[in-house]
């Protein structure tokens, strides 16, 4: 990404720490973003990496598991081993752990040690780590200016345990400092959708509520918790996908342009959008959101169990969300946005779909009329990256019994136009503008606040009336409830 040459830019990072370097997302996504910006030589030129977990490594058992991960994740043929090489002679490791003072001080000392300049750290461990961590680095004086932190998500489980995390994470890092990490932002597709709606004539004027019927944003799921059953059943649907993932696509999705694309005017423009938010609480719950807990079924002619079953206990935690949420501004009163994600849907899907209004009066009358159907724009993010524009068309022939329309599909397939390109992992754009110290694709801590506050009224609504997550066999759409939520509306939603 292009920094705005009117923003003060800081310096490069010359170390990169990683605490929760032998963890799952390191292996999986951390490791393998930095192996694919090293070959395409997009690190600072000496820049260093710095592991550190718990686990008691030398340097060299370290880098054994760095070039294990990378081979498992990146194929043999699009490995290029002078770039393994370079990767791995940038690679060191310190041991430590948050809760012995000792470690933390050794860290830190080491940090000193390695840095030539700037340094980033990056928190991959879980929430409760994260004030703990900042302030024994601030403690032995390795948080301050010249260093940045990237916090991954949940910050916290609701309001109340994200401000204590933020406020303890902001005694070590100013805010300008902190980079919240919500990967989708990191996505080629999330990108091409600020493309799209800013860097085109053709959309920006109809984007409003003349315009504009409804939104439906849809994350789904095949998986189910995977091995993660303990964390997933103290947070849920709603508290891992849509306070976080979901609600930033409603604001990319809905926010006025902002005046540059820098870290403060695109924040500024999301949290304008969270503000407007329409409130739903006790006395709306039931109308305005529906909650699920996937049961035994199966996906793809595969029988799966049910998640109580995968839990082996019994649970009220909802695995699948539908909402009916409203913006009260003037761009946006009167559209539904409707949110909805799960686990054990049929497909792994995410995408954005803007329904705009029918024509006003048809020009066709009779059987031609009942034919027509609105304007739609489809965004997916995933598993594929594609913009689709449906449109009305003249089904061919000669009209004999008067003209006849059919709904046709503009496809812009990315993998097709894009065929030379390599499709990024998100942490490749993250990492990279973390490294280089741009905010734009991080969360402010405005937001994260913001965006609690509204989904704890939500589970505080559900607690206060005893709803309890509907059952849905897995493999489908979630509970039939949410069929009638957006059906009483005259909407439906698209599968």
């Not at 043999?76 to 393994?84: M, N, P, Q, T, V």
């Not at 995390?165 to 996505?187: C, M, P, Q, T």
């Not at 801590?445 to 704890?456: G, L, M, Q, S, Y």
Request: aromatic share 8%.
């Amino acid at each position: 990404m292009t920094p705005d040459p009117l923003v003060t830019q800081p310096a490069p990072a010359s170390l990169l720490t990683i605490f929760g370097a032998t963890g799952d997302l390191a292996r999986r996504m951390l490791l393998p973003s930095l192996y694919s910006l090293q070959a395409e030589r997009l690190l600072p030129d000496g820049m260093r990496i710095l592991g550190t977990a718990r686990s008691e490594l030398d340097r060299e058992a370290f880098v054994a598991e760095v070039e294990a991960s990378i081979c498992e994740r990146i194929p043999a043929h699009e490995r290029d081993a002078g770039a393994l090489r370079g990767l791995l002679e940038r690679l060191d490791y310190q041991a430590a752990a948050v809760d012995d003072d000792a470690s933390m001080a050794a860290l830190a000392a080491r940090v000193q040690a390695l840095r030539n300049g700037d340094v980033l750290y990056h928190l991959s461990t879980a929430p409760r780590f994260y004030g703990p961590a900042c302030q024994a680095l601030a403690a032995h004086g390795a948080a301050g200016p010249g260093t940045r932190v990237m916090l991954e998500k949940p910050i916290g489980k609701d309001l109340a345990s994200a401000v204590a995390i933020n406020d303890s994470v902001a005694r070590a890092f100013d805010e300008d400092r902190i980079y919240r990490v919500d990967h989708y932002l990191g996505k080629e597709g999330v990108q091409n959708l600020i493309a799209l709606r800013f860097g085109n004539a053709l959309f920006e004027p109809l984007w409003n509520a003349r315009h504009i019927e409804q939104v439906q944003i849809t994350v789904g799921e095949t998986v189910g918790v995977e091995g993660r059953g303990d964390y997933y059943d103290d947070s849920g649907a709603m508290r891992d996908m849509l306070q976080n993932h979901l609600l930033q696509l409603l604001c990319l999705v809905a926010m006025e342009p902002p005046a540059r694309f820098e870290p403060t005017a695109v924040r500024n423009e999301k949290i304008k959008v969270l503000r407007s938010l329409r409130a739903i609480g006790a006395h709306e719950v039931a109308a305005e959101s529906v909650a699920g807990q996937y049961g035994a079924g199966a996906i793809d002619g595969v029988a799966v169990p049910g998640y109580a079953q995968e839990l082996g206990r019994e649970s009220r935690t909802e695995t699948f969300v539908a909402l009916r949420a409203h913006i009260d501004n003037w761009r946006w009163s009167g559209v539904p946005f409707y949110l909805r994600t799960g686990k054990r849907l049929p497909s792994r899907s995410t995408e954005i779909y803007i329904q705009f209004r029918k024509v006003p009066y048809s020009i066709f009358g009779g059987r031609t009329a009942a034919d027509m159907r609105p304007n739609g724009l489809v965004i997916k993010l995933q598993p594929e990256e594609r913009i689709e524009l449906d449109l009305m068309s003249k089904t061919p022939g000669l009209d004999r019994q008067g003209l006849r329309l059919s709904q046709v599909g503009l496809d812009l397939d990315f993998h097709e136009e894009f065929a030379s390109a390599r499709k990024r992992i998100a942490y490749e754009r993250l990492y990279l503008d973390a490294i280089e110290g741009n905010g734009t694709l991080f969360v402010r801590r405005d937001e994260t606040e913001t965006a609690w506050a509204w989904v704890d009224a939500i589970l505080d609504g559900w607690r206060s009336q005893g709803l309890a997550p509907r059952p849905y066999p897995a493999g489908t759409w979630g509970p039939a409830a949410a069929v009638s939520l957006i059906e009483r509306h005259g909407h439906s939603w698209r599968e």
